[in-house]
């Protein structure tokens, strides 16, 4: 079911999958380099959000990504200011899950030719999500590679990319990385609005199919186009994340929702000790999603790997820390909920809740 | 005349540096969410080759850069295996102009889809410069973005770009950022052989004008093909750079030889005590440039700006260190020069050794 679904994206998942692991094998043959040295990646993090970095005892996370092809969307529709808040998404919730302070951000603009009113709006959205992130924006590049980047209509066209840094907030010893996950433990869930940076491809393509060429003109509603519903920025959840971290509550295991879903993230930390997961009080996804699922007739299945389905983020903690849990979140207005526990069957089952609600097994 | 020579290049080097300007200073803004916390930036290095970050009184340099269009040159020839010496050496060699130690580099490689093959010569040839540069390929992404990415032919398009992160070495305080220099230092050169990933826009449209669009594959003697001799590996510095400092060797200012040639790269750091520069001793260039640039008609001035004309890196230092450093540098079989001197005008003057040899002042 998922190669299909890979396949009706434009995607081939499992080359992907081939690719990266070569890559991945290239890189850890390179740990050696900085064997005993400043720098050295800890090993033994398959399944880890972020690479993990140790200078003399003091450990660092840093994490590289892009927003994709969610690009297209705002040269579609001309708004480019919410992009930044995407790209700094992708790399600092990545440390995030792994209990990383995001610090800094680098960000690499390949252009094909320069725009100076885009590439401000886009820096200044930048910015603007540095701020919600409390990070800094230490510095970046600006490329033009002419005819090697193409997109959508005669504006300047792009591919955005970054690389966040972070470090280990003092009351944690060591990353979170989900080990310690036994059957028992509860499974939260943080609420998304749109698509973060994942899954257009695959939008896309429904959205031309129904809507025709000019789609992201197209009502979703009589406010909003669906190039605006699809262009709803990504939350930033690093700060209330580090913040719960200095509040002394730590999670045994957090996943980001990003390419993979739920099944492929949350597997990600459960995989290493064999536990699996019930998934019964997930959060609607939104309603311009479920939409896009009935209109392509994705399958549940496929539409829960490939979208994030209203789903952000991951919080695994023991039974006894759940509460002040919660209760941080609601105190600072952060839409959570118990959705679940871990068993330890190994598989994860979800009671789904798209356009054609089931009961999924990954 | 550097106008005229960007145009030639298909580039308008005025807006990208405005560009790049409203990108620092956005990213100035964001700098006070980090003030008195970890992973501050440091202010007041403008000129710098790297950005310096503070995590408790340890300093760590943060660089980010790709390989623009160097990557037509390998999907023209088919020979990838090289190119992760140039992104290798783009980003560590920036670190090591500030005197850091680059310990880790995280990738990120666009494609429009996805070749199991190329991806592994690639990676493979980024574990190799690895090696060289003594570092950790501590992560990336890989990102399928269709037709958002083209190129050359009919294989795998792609563009790659790096971030990488170092340390000072024990025996630096602070980074070496040319702030010390004065009249009567000495200017030390190591040499390149290739363009690095610098001016391929303007020498491809030269050498398509000159020879046809299979350019490359055209003899450029017996032995090679001009698509290989524009594909010549990039030199990697970093290590030997830091061997120097830690052999107690610190000069006064460094600078990378990229885009802007020495004049931009030696003018970032001195611009900031108002020294300029005579070089009158400068490595020959590679032959070849020297052929693309009468092909083209290139005006010397433009010539070295655009391209590094046999010159890599520059070591500024204090004339009593001179004979130690030279001795460093043969010992490790490095092809290094006394080109210069350090004077007060402000202006940096070249003995220039291209197609047209002339006395240059920028």
Known sequence: MEK??????????????????????WAQKSFLNRKGKDGEPLAGLEGAFSNVLNFRGRQFGISSDGIGTKVEIAERTGIY???????????????AANGFEATDVSNILDVDYLDYDIVDKLMGGLWEAAETAGVAISGGEIAELGSRVRGYGDAMHFNWCATAIGVLPDNLKKPVNGRGITPGDIIL??????????GFSLARKILEKELGKTWHQQGYNSQKTWGQMLLIPSQIMCRIITGMINAGLIPKGMAHITGGGIPDNLGRILKMNGCGAILDHLFEPP????????????????????????????IVADNDDI??????????????????KIDPTGKIK????????????Y
């Open 350 to 361: 979800l009671s789904s809740r798209g356009a054609f609600p089931d009961e999924l097994v």
């Open 81 to 95: 200011e919410s992009l930044g808040h995407d790209l700094v998404a992708m790399v600092v919730d990545d440390l």
């Open 287 to 314: 309603d311009f999603v479920v939409q896009l699922q009935q209109m392509g007739g994705i399958p549940e299945k496929e539409a829960y790997r490939i979208w994030n389905m209203g789903n952000a983020f991951i």
């Open 323 to 340: 509460d002040r849990i919660m209760k941080y979140f609601i105190l600072h207005n952060c839409m959570i909920r118990i959705a679940g």
């Open 189 to 198: 869930l943080l609420k998304e609005k749109g698509m973060r940076s994942n």
């Open 4 to 25: 299909s679904g890979a396949k009706q994206s434009g995607r081939d998942i499992d080359l992907g999958n081939k690719c990266s692991s070569n890559a991945f094998r």
